[in-house]
């Protein structure tokens, strides 16, 4: 579906949300805005600043479709998904770039409002999964009613499995003491490891680049697994044929600063600048965005490494 297709059928609902529509339009439209090509309007550009523009416009618009048909799945899927999207590459991706010292108000209010939208997006995805399958919101791992209840999802739930936990565990990454997300982390844990089951190679290898954040974050209490890490972000690569940035950045940032591993810190954010980001049309734009996000980590590396481990390791030839 071209750009101005969806827009036209956006602009259709906007005009016409006040009017009594008829069921059978408004499904029509929901189908066609959340079909399997709408992704790559905003994946697929080279523009990040037209699509920053844009996408908030899209989400309202998607908001107001969903008014009219609260039930549709691939509906309430996409419109879940593009918040978490939009929280994470034109929100948390630029505040988390802005100089700590000198625009700390400025940070810590991108931010927190990262974290809002994250929520509004999880919280779309989370009434998809009770929809379809009830009780899943006070589904619990321990007492076995989320393991019951995942043994019923189907390899077409991945998406709406992995960007709940996606959109979940990153307002959680925001607000550490925020215990009530805190609690969720085994349930999602559960979640994506179903996903996985399902579909290892969702997305180009999505899940394994979400588990390098995943086992290398979290502490070995909650699962942390350093070389459950290594071993994802092995797959990643594969998964990707090596045209994804996302697997070098997140194993840099997870892997290799806590290690205070500096040459391999620089040695994957190069491999992700050396990537052509034409190279993979379905991505295209998320690799344009996390290339300027691994210029700025080796601009910045100073931030991470001490002056002596980044002089011992830099090539003056």
């Keep these: 579906m071209k750009s101005c297709g969806i827009f036209t059928y956006l602009c259709l609902v906007l005009l016409l949300s006040s009017c009594s529509l008829n069921k059978l339009v408004i499904n029509k439209v ?3 805005l959340s079909g399997a090509g709408s992704s790559l309007v905003f994946m697929g550009d080279n523009d990040p600043l037209l699509v920053g523009d844009a996408m908030p416009f899209a989400i309202k618009m998607y908001e107001v479709l969903l008014e009219q048909n609260p039930n549709h799945q691939g509906l309430l899927l ?21 100089d700590p010292v000198y625009f ?10 990262a974290k809002l939208l994250y929520l509004r997006g999880y919280t779309i995805l989370t009434s998809a999964l009770e929809q379809k399958f009830p009780g899943f919101n006070n589904a619990n791992i ?30 959680y990454s925001l607000d550490l003491f925020d215990f009530e997300l805190g609690s969720r982390i085994m349930e999602w844990g559960a979640m994506i490891a179903r996903a996985y089951e399902l579909d290892p190679q969702f997305n180009n290898g999505a899940i394994d680049d979400f588990y390098i ?3 290398a974050s979290l502490p070995d209490t909650m ?40 040459n391999a810190f620089r040695e994957n954010l190069e491999k992700a600048l050396a990537i052509d980001p034409n190279e993979e049309p379905s991505i295209r734009l998320l690799n344009i965005i996390l290339q300027r996000r691994a210029r700025h980590l080796l601009d910045t590396a100073d931030n991470y490494f001490p002056i002596t481990l980044i002089n011992d390791g830099f090539d003056y030839e």
């Design 78 to 98: 996409t419109t879940g998904s593009l918040f978490i999207m939009y929280a994470n590459a034109f929100v948390q991706g630029p505040a988390e770039m802005l």
């Design 142 to 171: 321990n007492d076995g009613t989320m393991t019951a209840l995942l043994q019923r999802c189907k390899k077409e739930d991945v998406p709406l499995l992995y960007w709940t936990v996606a959109g979940g565990l990153a307002a």
């Design 30 to 32: 929901s189908d066609t």
């Design 223 to 262: 699962g942390g697994d350093k070389d459950k890490a290594e071993y994802h972000f092995r797959l990643a690569l594969e998964n990707s044929r090596g045209l994804s940035v996302g697997p070098y950045v997140s194993y840099a940032q997870a892997v290799c600063i806590p290690a205070q591993d500096y």
């Design 104 to 113: 700390f108000e400025e940070r810590i209010m991108g931010l927190d409002r």
């Design 213 to 215: 954040l995943y086992y």
